[in-house]
């Protein structure tokens, strides 16, 4: 048996220390998995339930505490607040930063005694290294030599033993000013995440007999009943009973405009009650509601690393050490051999150390294709990766499923045809009749079209016959409704044509009256949808379905689909699904959207499976990389616009930081560059980096 828990992470605030503490959790006797999630401050691990999970947990806080001097390892469940002694450390911290800046300034431009000039620069040194070479100092003696602390040490200390004083407290005091600001860039955009998903709700007012009793929402069993009063969040899925109100979705779906609800309708837990009180039968547990569905995905969905991201980590790995090598060579190489000056040499060594920092890779990457897993979630659509993001922008065909995917699925009469001798009216009168007693969902359709509830006391001898169609006495008329088949059965000619849709024929005392069309309608924005992705630039769209030829037909003719393949089975679409991607193998990614659970093995097949949220069975959102939880086929164009934005934006980082790195470099080589150029080609660098990647998150 295995434990699951999760916990949040404070006090680490660097990418590689965050992969150290992750690769070191995995090496723990007793767990299975580890997952922290830098961006979100989340550590989720798997451990065998054999295990004491108080010891895996204090060996946790024992190597966060070796790696990330000062970290804690939280509980999430304990709802613990983050105290306000760390925001007093920081400002303190950046007084002591500030005196010691004007110390440096004042032995740069005012101080004219070298003796006090250097005790200047030393203080200032050793306020702003002192953190750089005890950590530095610190992972050298557990053996892990080569990080951003290792390279800021060694080149500042190499500065000081060739008299550079003023650049080598130069490097600390703007490397550590460039640690403050990605902290407060990264801890910007930490918040910015957040509050895209900060929709879990703290209370419900469960009904009793006794009144209402406020419980946490997890108490709550399905069939209770509970109340949502105005400006609060609602707790759970359900079913309104009593009340009508306007409600706010936007946190799930990213629609601005209220949703009105009333007796009957369906509400998601995570939408805010804005006018009427509302008394809720509440249709699924907590941990599987809406609101626990989207909290799961979205906050794991760093688990799943984009190519970039599983690049960039072992990049840095290899990186780091290949170029203190290259550093060392730099620094011997050209006076040994060459009759260079030894201290010209090394001052470039040391200029080649601070510029070769990987920190604006290592932190932007992974930040950039969270933002875009935060900007979808706030539009309704929800990534479970970064995997999946990276693939999404790459898609250059969209397969779609019919039923519930591109159409509404659910029937409606869409032509009333008539023998002679009888009305539109009185047929449609005759049909909803005929169907007042019937649960099937074409009767309802049938009723719907009537407008009123039919006169149950005037229908009588009701009788249903499976797959065919009813009988009844309506009026004390024989009434015979259903297909060709029950027609047939009963001796009674009909007028059949291949139709789009499914008919329903209609006899009056045995006398044939005509017959009802009903149609799978097609979604309100399809089209829109369509047009979108051939604007995009997606060169083929396909629509898989099980339904008839002619019913694919013509919703594939409304949608101006090119190639349909219609009357499959499951397995017929996996295997059709599979023959397309060969077909399209080298140019791009393919993309299956679908919501039923015949759907699930293609959505899982697929390169990119989209599930429709609202309407799609369990089976087809867990076997999906990606969730619309409106149900609108309009919410693919704009995920694909996300994902292509996201994976701008990270190759403008990755673009930005090489090039600018390589051009320093060589002109530090070169003798050109001085320690300031090498300052802003790390720490500069790193924080343009990161404030590029933040813009994902206000994506358009």
Known sequence: MTVKRDYEVTGVDCVNCAAKIESGIKNIDGVISASLNYSMSKLSIEVDGEKSLYEIERKIQKLMDSIEKGSRLKVTETGEKDNDDSDRLSKTRLSIYIIAAVSYFAGMFFIENPAIELVLFIFAYMVFGYNVLLKSAKNILRGRVFDENFLMSIATIGALIIGEYPEAAAVMMFYQVGELFQDYAVNHSRRAIKSLIAIKPDYANLKTGEGYKRVAPSEINIGDYIVVRPGERVPLDGVVTEG???????????????????????????????????????????????????????????????????????????????????????????????????????????????????????????????????????????????????????????????????????????????????????????????????????????????????????????????????????????????????????????????????????????????????????????????????????????????????????????????????????????????RIMDEKSGSGKVAFVGDGINDSPVLARADVGIAMGGTGSDAAIEASDIVVMTDEPGKIPEAIVIARKTRKVVYQNIVLSMAVKAVVLALGAGGVATMWEAVFADVGVALLAILNAMRIIRVK
């Open 244 to 578: 009508v109100s306007a409600v706010d979705t936007s946190a799930l779906t990213g629609e601005s405009l209220p949703r009105d609800v009333g007796i009957g309708s369906e509400i998601l837990s995570g939408s805010i009650n804005m006018s009427g009180v509302l008394t809720i039968r509440v249709t699924r547990m907590f941990e599987n509601s809406t609101v626990s569905r989207i909290l799961e995905m979205v906050e794991s969905a760093s688990q799943k690393k984009a190519n970039a991201e599983r690049f960039i980590t072992r990049f840095a790995a290899i990186y780091t050490p290949l170029v203190a090598g290259i550093a060392v060579l730099l620094a011997l190489i050209p006076p040994l051999f060459f009759g260079g000056e030894f201290n010209q040499w090394i001052y470039r060594a040391l200029l080649f150390l601070v510029v070769s920092c990987p920190c604006a890779l290592v932190i932007s990457i992974p930040l950039g294709f969270f933002g875009g897993i935060g900007a979808a979630s706030r539009r309704g659509i929800l990534v479970k990766g970064g995997n999946y993001l990276e693939a999404l922008a790459k898609v250059k065909t969209v397969v779609f499923d019919k039923t519930g995917t591109l159409t509404s699925g659910s029937f409606e009469v869409t032509k009333l045809g008539t023998a002679a001798d009888i009305t539109e009216d009185e047929l449609l009168y005759y049909a909803a009749h005929a169907e007042a007693f019937s649960t099937h969902p074409l009767a309802a359709s049938v009723i719907r079209k009537f407008g009123r509830e039919p006169d149950k006391s005037i229908v009588t001898e009701y009788a249903e016959y499976a797959g065919m169609g009813v009988s009844a006495k309506v009026s004390g008329r024989t009434v015979l409704l259903g297909n060709k088949n029950l027609f047939d059965r009963s001796g009674i000619e009909t007028v059949d044509k291949e139709r789009a849709g499914t008919l329903m024929h209609l006899a009056v005392d045995g006398k044939y009256a005509g017959y009802v069309l009903l149609e799978d309608t097609v979604k309100e924005d399809s089209s829109k949808s369509i047009e979108s992705l051939k604007a995009l630039g997606v060169e083929d769209i396909i629509m898989l379905t099980g339904d008839s030829r002619h019913a694919a037909g013509s919703a594939a003719e409304k949608l101006n689909i090119k190639t349909v393949y219609s009357e499959l089975l499951p397995h017929e679409k996996m295997e059709r699904l599979e």
